[in-house]
């Protein structure tokens, strides 16, 4: 495991955005992130590469064997950018728009790796060249506003993986793409995780995205697990309510249904607010299964992600009312 995260909390003074999550992630493999915004993801991929200072962040982040809560901010800080890189869904806000994108890979490189600047500067020019960027040895002396969005992410993935981490976080990373340059970066991400064997988070609302990269799938709701499994159970045999609401949007999408603008999935409700969090289960507010036949457990006691499907101890729902052996009660 190059990663081990066990019961992470991350709470601010307005309230907790994560409560108790925990997952493994072994080199190459792809973890699939999902939920709507407000679920806590992004703020779990922060906390793991030590971005939120102003957080109280509890529980275990295990980085290849060290213990990161708890850890000097300086030893954090070192591995990011290193051995942790993430990339996000603007790379704009991320490049700099007063340098070239060469000068701003190899300074990447430089201040981890130490080496010369002409050496950097052939790191750049090969990076640029790995995610496929054409005429690289030009184009690294060009600023970024001369790339197109697409171009742009591979940028971004080029400067993420200019120092060869083991783990790259990357958070909604297609989002602000069309649907053509979407499925190209996200080839190039798996490419990427199989060529390097570098373990990858793939934070999203989008099961789209889910489906074409993901090895193992964690569902989050309200700042909790909801469902954790490889990504063919998700798909197949979704046990949690809330899955399968997100999977059945999804389906209609496909077919054709009208979609009044946005692009969250249509559960019915809100997400939970992090303020005052709903009792017991945080979805029973939308619940479909609930609502159907309300169940006192349901209002009154979290449910714990425990084993329910297939899949044995690798497919974990936490819903009290399915039971162990995958079926409903
Ligand atoms: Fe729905 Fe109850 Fe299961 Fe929560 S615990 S998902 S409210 S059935
Ligand atoms: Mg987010």
Known sequence: MILQVRDLRVSFPAGTAVDGISFGLERGRTLGVVGESGSGKSVSSLAIMGLHREAAVSGSIVFDGEELVGAPASRVRELRGRRMAMIFQDPLSSLHPFYTVGEQIAEAYRLHLRTSRRVARERAVEMLAEVGIPEPRRRADEYPHHFSGGMRQRVMIAMALSCEPDLLIADEPTTALDVTVQAQILELIRKIQEDRAVAVMMITHDLGVVARVADEVLVMYGGRTAE???AREIFRSPRHPYTRGLLASVLRLTAGEEEDGGRLPAIPGNPPSLLAPPSGCRFHPRCARYAAAPDDACVTEA??????????????TACHLIDISGGRR
């Open 303 to 316: 449910p714990e992600p425990r084993p329910a499907g297939p899949g044995g101890a690798t497919h974990r």
């Open 228 to 230: 954790h499994a490889p």
